[in-house]
Nanobody, 115 residues
Framework: QVRLVEAGGGAVQAGGSLRLSCAAS????????MGWYRQAPGKQRELVAR???????TYADSVKGRFTISKDNAKNTMYLQMNSLKPEDTAVYYC?????????WGQGTHVTVSS
């Protein structure tokens, strides 16, 4: 079992920045991919960014150039640095980890961007 705990959400004005963190605990060996997803009210959950165990990153087109995903293996923590935030970035952000055939989710953290 893997437990994921997000932190760092909040309210910010457009153009501002936030950094989300996702702390992983439990049986965290061989986490193949970790990522951030978000779900806005009335919309489906969508991929924001992900990072493989080898460090390869992928971003949604809507956040390229503004968001940066990273991880600190020593701290078992993944981050999402969000800059130049827009009102359309408002959503609940979820941490995700894939380990073999298992898919784990955090509880989510709210991000609200006001115009």
């Amino acid at each position: 079992q893997v437990r994921l705990v997000e932190a760092g959400g909040g309210a910010v004005q457009a153009g501002g920045s936030l950094r989300l963190s996702c702390a992983a605990s439990g049986s965290i060996f061989n986490l193949n991919v970790m990522g951030w997803y978000r779900q806005a009210p009335g919309k489906q959950r969508e991929l924001v960014a992900r990072i493989t165990s080898g460090g390869t990153t992928t971003y949604a087109d809507s956040v390229k150039g503004r968001f940066t995903i990273s991880k600190d293996n020593a701290k078992n923590t993944m981050y999402l640095q969000m800059n130049s935030l827009k009102p359309e970035d408002t959503a609940v952000y979820y941490c995700n980890a894939i380990q073999h055939i298992y898919n784990y989710w955090g509880q989510g953290t709210h991000v609200t961007v006001s115009s």
